[in-house]
């Protein structure tokens, strides 16, 4: 059964930080490229980091580049969302993604609210 279990979120000031975590399971973790997306409410859901296989390469949204990392350790089967200097419009449910050609899952989330 795959599983992607997300934790980490929560509340946090302007200019704060948080690592968000995603557990995988049921699958060859090692094998899939994985991603991290975002939804605001009322808002469509986007992409906003991702991560090849190997975890050599990585591509950020626009608005997240130079503030998120996103990095994942095959021997432990997490991927990771480092996040610093956070912003209000960073308030979202953060998606841990997993895909590999037409294969893809997801979690159910962690909410993320930057507020003062």
């Known amino acids: 059964q795959v599983q992607l279990v997300e934790s980490g979120g929560g509340l946090v000031q302007p200019g704060g930080s948080l690592r968000l975590s995603c557990a995988a399971s049921?699958?060859?973790?090692?094998?899939?490229?994985m991603s991290w997306s975002r939804q605001a409410p009322g808002k469509e859901r986007e992409l906003v980091a991702a991560?090849?296989?190997?975890?050599?390469?990585?591509t950020y949204a626009d608005s997240v580049r130079g503030r998120f990392t996103i990095s994942r350790d095959n021997a432990k089967n997490t991927v990771y969302l480092q996040m610093h200097s956070l912003k209000p419009e960073d308030t979202a449910v953060y998606y841990c993604?997993?895909?590999?050609?037409?294969?893809?899952?997801w979690g159910q989330g962690t909410q993320v609210t930057v507020s003062s």
């Open positions: 991560i090849i296989s190997a975890g050599d390469t990585t």
């Open positions: 049921g699958f060859t973790f090692s094998s899939y490229a």
């Open positions: 993604g997993a895909r590999m050609f037409d294969d893809e899952y």
